[in-house]
């Protein structure tokens, strides 16, 4: 039974090897919401109704604050995943998935970066974050810095190794409650990957 989702879009290079209980969604420019939401939901299925971890492989729109106008290791302007994207004019979109999955953790670049004086615009990430979380009935776990990463070699397309979290990781809670600051997701992707996820 699957326990783990991987939910990557092929614009970022790298992979997602076969592991025991770990199901793989591969998305790209052309898969509108619909259709990600519906493999989501069946990927769900299979694992008894609820996925425990969604990891999330995606670019990041980061490199630039908004309001100052220039550029700098900033975001939270969304993330680049399928057609439409997760911004802040559509993350309403994501109830479509509410309930299936317990924790979702972003490997994105400064998904959830709010920069001084962004705060309640389009490059809020914090709230974007939090939006997710609750739309989704999920436990969010996304880092304010750009996220740096390698492949291993050896592995078809390679496979995703993040190291260390860039910046702060934060936790946002599907309750709208504050995010907290934390070390580390419960999983990450490299405990799925070396067989030591719970």
Same mark, same amino acid.
């Given at each position: ?26 998305? !790209? ?22 996925? !425990? ?30 057609? !439409? ?17 317990? !924790? ?95």
């Amino acid at each position: 039974m699957y326990k783990y989702l991987a939910l990557r879009d092929r614009r970022l290079e790298g992979g997602v090897p076969a592991r025991p209980r770990l199901s793989i969604v591969n998305v !790209d420019e052309h898969t509108i919401s619909s259709s990600l939401f519906h493999q989501i939901k069946g990927a769900a299925s299979a694992a008894g109704g609820r996925i !425990d971890t969604m990891f999330v492989f995606c670019h990041g729109f980061a490199g630039e604050n908004v309001n100052a106008g220039v550029s700098m290791d900033a975001g939270g302007m969304g993330l680049e995943l399928g057609r !439409d994207c997760v911004l802040h004019s559509n993350v309403h979109r994501w109830a479509a998935i509410k309930d299936k999955v317990k !924790d979702m953790v972003v490997y994105s670049c400064a998904a959830a970066n709010t920069e001084q004086n962004n705060a309640g615009t389009t490059a809020d990430g914090k709230y974007l974050m939090g939006a997710l979380a609750i739309y989704t009935n999920a436990t969010v776990y996304a880092a304010d810095r750009i996220q740096w990463y390698n492949t291993y070699h050896g592995l078809p397309n390679g496979a995703f190794n993040f190291g260390k979290w860039e910046g702060t990781l934060w936790r946002f809670p599907p309750s709208g409650n504050p995010p907290t600051a934390l070390n580390g997701a419960p999983v990450e992707f490299s405990d799925v990957l070396a067989g030591t996820a719970p």
